[in-house]
């Protein structure tokens, strides 16, 4: 059983950076692709960033730039590092899996709609 938990959450000034972090268990990343994901109050979710299980990574334009995806095989964690955060990449951010298929990067554009695995999600906060 696919299990995602998320953690590093919390409220920082804008400029400032934050690590969020995901802990799988129940997969391995070589039959699946992981993905960061956001959702902002009133808004829709949204892709961030998208790891492949061939390890190759692409961030959404908002954040490129910013935010670094990393990935840790032997801890079998996911990472994004935030940095020069703004008001607006306040949200709930989300860890997400989906095996391996054409879903992984079809739908991460449209907020991983039909991935299958998701964490419980932990809160960005950038006051204005």
């Known amino acids: 059983q696919v299990q995602l938990v998320e953690s590093g959450g919390g409220s920082v000034q804008t400029g400032g950076s934050l690590r969020l972090s995901c802990k799988a268990s129940?997969?391995?990343?070589?039959?699946?692709?992981m993905g960061w994901f956001r959702q902002a109050p009133g808004k829709q979710r949204e892709g961030v960033v998208l790891?492949?299980?061939?390890?190759?990574?692409r961030y959404s334009p908002s954040v490129k730039g910013r935010f670094i995806a990393s990935q840790d095989n032997v801890n079998s964690s996911l990472y994004l590092q935030m940095n020069s955060l703004q008001p607006e990449d306040t949200a709930m951010y989300y860890c997400?899996?989906?095996?391996?298929?054409?879903?992984?990067?079809?739908?991460?554009?449209?907020?991983?709609?039909?991935?299958?695995?998701w964490g419980q999600g932990t809160q960005v906060a950038v006051p204005s």
């Open positions: 997400a899996a989906e095996p391996n298929g054409r879903s992984c990067t079809t739908d991460f554009f449209v907020g991983g709609r039909h991935w299958n695995y």
């Open positions: 129940g997969l391995t990343y070589s039959g699946y692709c």
């Open positions: 790891v492949l299980s061939d390890g190759s990574i």
